[in-house]
């Protein structure tokens, strides 16, 4: 009978757990809930030839009871083994090690033990406050700056681009595909102290303003925690506009239409209608920013000084260079720990759990 | 100047837009440009005087055509191991209803929401205790981790929004497991998985913070040019940056053409 048949394939399939037949398998059980659901009708049509590819006609019939019933309760679980053994093996098994790290004593001559010495976290954190208030505070910065200057571009692409959107939108990611390393050492010429910022900056006289407020010194802006703030809010933009511009792309344009002739005026369209609709890609868009701006060092390390240290350059310094594995550790910890809570009380607050 | 006034606030939006994406493309105009420079000393942050020296001789400088090539090497085999087995992973979470999906959902969005230099830290940590040599492997294992979740929330998008329909419909006109697989489901989630895929090589090619803990002493092109940053940056690099931006527009050109051309027809 074609049913045992299948079954006999099916069972064949299921001993060949390569990846590949893993999809085809998928497809399988994807047909098998198709007949299932079809099945009124199915039996209802007389029985037809399968098709030019299929060995013989195959009658349709009510689906097998058992063992393919079980099977199909475990495709989904197949599908997933092999990407989760990956991430638990090496993203979750990794974090759990670094937790005993964090509190291992010892030396790279002797070995570390486990001492359970959270001492190291105390010290870590004591040492390390000023990298760790302003790693927060810059990366805090580079999101709101991206916030501004990336919600008029997402605008743009999504309701006054018209024909030109496609354009526009490899524009925006098209700068990407440059090395990011290359692109911030180019910021480095833009801010350098003969460059045409400082050069503008100080034709305006703005350069004593920004000193005054303390984000750059002197006659220079590389080395200065603008510097650092730009190159932050350049790298991350692009993290900032996509999923703006995806959730300004859902509104309907209609209601624009709807709001004027409610005779809202556009400063009160966008604050009432546009805005609020588009805060799925603000919280997504300022996590998709902070998060990863917090724990960069590039941007520090390239575009500042020891003055601009982030908390990044610290755990690389520590576990690279002077080779300090617990406190790297506890720092990396303290830092996920910040951002965890960070995240999960902003999430709560903007009242968009459903994101994730 | 009232007419004036009046269409600056009209587009104020556009003015504003478009003045975001001149400070996104300004890098890439400056590396453009000093890739036709001759500097005078080990850096290459102030304009001298135009050559064409360093497009005539890309590879000139040491190590730096082999760390491209061992870039490329990783970014494809990484872009193959994540879109294979975040394609499974997507298909999985899009079309079943089974217990500890909403783990598995976490398990998936943790990697994104987590600093790299801390993923970077903890890899780094285990494979040291674990006495693994590092290099290629280390490298590979780590980049597929890092892009799989960016892989499984292309495809999953894809496949969510896909009409189960469709399938059914091709099975009632009685096309096999197989066939409805290839030319129905496949083909529908094609762009995602081909956005997955994008993007995981993108991310490979270019991560630095994550290959910084886990390379040893391999050196990927990203931390060629860290290295340079603080040795004196060789012309060619701008050369490098320049070619893979017009490399990345024209493929993005072209998939536009095929894509409006098939359109049409």
């Known amino acids: ?356 | 100047m009232t007419a004036l006034t009046r269409w600056i606030r009209r587009n104020l939006v556009v003015i504003a837009g478009f003045g975001t994406l001149a400070y996104l493309i300004l890098p890439n105009v400056v590396v453009l440009v000093f890739s036709f420079n001759k500097p005078n000393g080990r850096f290459n942050y102030e304009w001298q005087r135009f050559s064409t020296d360093a497009w005539t001789d890309p590879c000139g400088v040491a190590d730096l055509c082999g760390s491209l090539s061992l870039s490329l090497k990783i970014a494809v085999w990484a872009t193959i191991g994540a879109t294979l087995l975040g394609t499974m992973i997507a298909f999985a979470l899009a079309r079943y209803r089974f217990r500890a999906r909403s783990s598995v959902n976490s398990l998936i969005f943790l990697p994104m929401a987590m600093p790299e230099v801390v993923m970077a830290a903890s890899l780094a940590t285990l494979f040291l205790n674990m006495g693994v040599d590092f290099g290629f492997w280390t490298i590979l294992i780590a980049h597929i981790m890092f892009c799989l979740s960016f892989v499984v929330t292309a495809v999953k998008a894809r496949v969510m929004s896909m009409d189960p329909r469709l399938e059914q419909a091709a099975q009632d006109l009685y096309a096999s497991p197989a066939q409805t697989f290839l030319r129905v489901t496949l083909p529908i989630a094609a762009p995602g998985i081909a956005a997955g895929a994008l993007l995981s090589f993108a991310l490979s090619f270019d991560d630095f913070i994550i290959t910084n803990f886990n390379a040893g002493s391999t050196v990927t092109f990203p931390m060629f040019v860290w290295g340079s940053a603080q040795r004196g940056t060789p012309v060619q690099i701008n050369v490098i940056g320049t070619a893979m931006f017009a490399v990345a527009v024209l493929c993005v050109l072209a998939g536009q053409l095929a894509g409006a051309r098939r359109k049409r027809s």
């Not at chain 1, 079954?7 to 399939?13: D, F, I, Q, V, W």
């Not at chain 1, 079809?38 to 299929?54: F, I, L, R, V």
């Not at chain 1, 990956?86 to 990794?94: E, G, K, N, R, V």
């Not at chain 1, 998709?288 to 601009?308: C, H, K, R, V």
């Open chain 1, 1 to 356: 009978m074609s049913v045992s048949r299948r079954a006999a394939r099916a069972g064949l399939r299921s001993r060949a757990a390569t990846k590949e037949r893993a999809v085809t398998r998928e497809a399988r059980a994807l047909e098998r809930a198709g007949t299932e659901r079809g099945e009124g009708t199915a039996t209802a049509t007389p029985e037809a030839p399968q098709d030019a590819a299929g060995p013989e006609p195959e009658p349709v019939q009510k689906p097998p009871l058992f063992r393919p019933a079980v099977r199909k309760r475990l495709v989904p679980y197949w599908l997933l083994l092999p990407g989760i053994l990956w991430l638990l093996i090496f993203f979750a098994a990794p974090l759990i090690y670094q937790a005993s790290t964090s509190v291992q004593t010892g030396s790279l001559e002797e070995g570390f033990k486990v001492t359970w010495h959270f001492q190291t976290y105390w010290d870590a954190l004591s040492a390390y406050y000023p990298q760790f208030l302003r790693s927060v505070l810059y990366a805090a910065t580079a999101t709101v700056m991206c916030l501004v200057l990336g919600y008029p571009l997402a605008y743009l692409i999504a309701f006054r681009a018209g024909r030109w959107r496609n354009l526009v939108m490899i524009l925006v990611i098209a700068p990407f595909f440059t090395s990011f390393l290359i692109r911030t050492l180019a910021w480095k010429t833009i801010l350098s102290d003969s460059g045409p910022v400082v050069g503008a900056l100080n034709s305006l006289h703005l350069l004593d303003v920004t000193s005054y407020l303390g984000i750059t010194e002197g006659q220079r802006v590389l080395a200065t925690p603008l510097a650092v703030v730009c190159g932050l809010t350049y790298n991350f933009l692009p993290f900032m506009i996509l999923p703006l511009y995806t959730s300004l792309e859902r509104i309907d344009p209609k209601l624009h239409e709807a709001a004027g002739d409610l005779y809202a005026r556009p400063v009160t369209t966008f604050r009432k209608v546009t805005f609020p609709l588009s805060m799925p890609g603000v919280v997504a868009g300022t996590l998709l920013t902070f998060i990863p701006a917090t724990g960069d060092y590039i941007n520090a390390e390239l575009l500042g000084s020891a003055d601009q240290k982030m908390v990044g350059n610290v755990i690389q310094s520590q576990f690279l260079r002077v080779l300090d594995y617990p406190t790297a550790a506890a720092l990396s910890f303290i830092l996920m720990a910040a951002i965890l809570t960070m995240v999960t009380v902003y999430i709560r607050k903007s009242g968009t759990e459903d994101l994730v």
